[in-house]
């Protein structure tokens, strides 16, 4: 297909007519950047992406990296070359320091580039996605020896990097993890144990793979108290090979031209990270920025599938209208199925790219507790939200295909299955119910919801004095979120967590739904007054969102305040 992989233009209307991402070059560390350096920064990773790693999404689909008989694995030439563009152009390197080499670019323009290549190959864009993660971890946690030692070489694109927290018999369940680290006379730690599903574990792609590895030391008590955090390099510095080895790749039914990997750590070296015994909450910095990032991975996945849906629908002749054959899109059904898929898409990269906002006013102290408050409030709903219903936008895009939609012809086939990954990646959708309900939404005495209500609330104020429709879609939303408060405190009133916490994937994708609907009625509001389809077509996809989707919250709500206790009472031997 020859459908772009993204819009620019949405991007420009969120970044400029919406973010105002250019008033951000006000705050010293910005200063330096202009709305052109924030566009040719897009511009490059669109040649990029379109040139150097969109050409071979398929053949690393259809060629999975190789475990060769060394142990060592082989992927796909085309992978390493374009990672190499990507890395010799900046993008690894986009919002770190400048006197590390970066180009100290907002983080708000910095995912707006990183996800023209995420739409373009989800397989390949892993490897530089996991590499900033780390790189950031430890540029904010390390010392400066360590910082200098695997950084840099990480900006460079010379090292890649890593993170590894599940085990074989531990997934999410952090604090059962086995790996030991056992203290070194030279300051070192031997590292022994096994880590599963890890991204990136093993290639041919670099120098050196640097490994952020959860291990426990001697001292640390039971559970995730006794977690610290260890670099542990594939290659030591004096060159000499780590004890890491690769036991086996898993093979995904989507995203294959990412290693997965099981390792085993046969009493290599590690180097800890910070203080001993807290490992874990040092290892949220890199699993917080992965939850946003998988969110966006998700998005482009979901908005490129919508974006060749809409082309094949133009092209694709099937019916009559009026005694003419039409092309399917003059099907109110295509294109209510495609009306769905932008809302979902468009709404996505709207939540993602705010989230990423407020990382940027958290970092410059541009009211920066809050702003970090209403971060950690989002962040499992900007993963799990378009994981969920980004990849149901892949699926009716493959329905809008019909019968070549399964099919290996057209790329929505693989599209699925790259995004079918991601509710499951960075923590399952059922976890990060958990992590809103169980915690974000309590924390600090209900503070998180609380601002989170503030700031939706200043929103439906502002579309209720508009026109009619605002009006009517301020109402919706501000009755939702009424609802969403009250059941809140109905859950948290049981005084048992077990009812309360029991349907909570039913609550992220409630208040999820909430959410988005907000972040709609944000971009109603900023193309108010403005003419042209793409503007129509916002007002379309709002209204679609609004008056088809947001309703989807009623009953859940129900649900929840009824303090419904099926799936608590339901016996295992039942099933």
Sequence with gaps: ??????????????????????????????????????????ELAAEIAERDFRPHNRAADDHEPVMRADGSVEVLPEVGAALRRFADAGFTAASFDEELGGMQLPATVARAAMIWFQAA?????????????????????????QIEQWVRPMLEGRYFGTMCLSEPGAGSSLADITTKAEPQADGTYRITGSKMWISG??????????????????????????????IVPKVLPGGERNGVNLVGLNHKMGMRGTTNTLLGFDGATGYLVGEEHQGLAYMFHMMNEARIGVGMLATALGYTGYLQAVEYARVRT??????????????ADVRRMLLAQKSYVEGALALGLYCSKLVDDQDTGVDAERAALLLDVLTPIAKSWPSQWCLEANSLAIQVHGGYGYARDYDVEQFYRDNRLNPIHEGTHGIQGLDLLGRKVVMNGGAGLAVLAETIGATVARAASGDALQAEYAGALGAALD?????????????????????????????????????WLEQLLAADGRDGAFYDGKRAAARYFLRFELPRTGPQLDLLSSLDRTTLDTDPAWL
């Design 318 to 331: 099937q019916g009559r209208v009026k005694g003419r054959v039409v092309p399917i899109i003059e099907h």
């Design 1 to 42: 297909m020859t459908a772009p992989i993204l819009s620019r233009r949405d991007l420009d209307f969120l970044l400029h007519e919406w973010l105002d991402v250019t008033a951000l070059t006000e705050r010293p560390r910005f200063a330096e950047h202009s709305r052109e350096t924030f566009d040719a920064v897009l």
């Design 483 to 519: 609802r969403l408060l009250e059941v809140t405190a109905t859950l948290w009133g049981t005084g048992d967590p077990a009812v309360a916490l029991a349907n909570s994937s039913v609550y992220l994708e409630a208040a999820g739904h909430i959410v988005v609907a907000w972040m």
């Design 121 to 145: 190959n989800a397989g390949t864009s892993n490897y530089p996605l996991l590499t900033v993660g780390n790189a950031n971890l430890i540029a904010h946690h390390g010392t400066p020896e």
């Design 201 to 230: 574990g093993e290639h041919d792609l670099a120098e050196n793979i640097v490994h952020l590895v959860l291990a426990k030391a001697p001292g640390g008590g039971p559970g995730v108290k006794g977690i610290s955090l260890f």
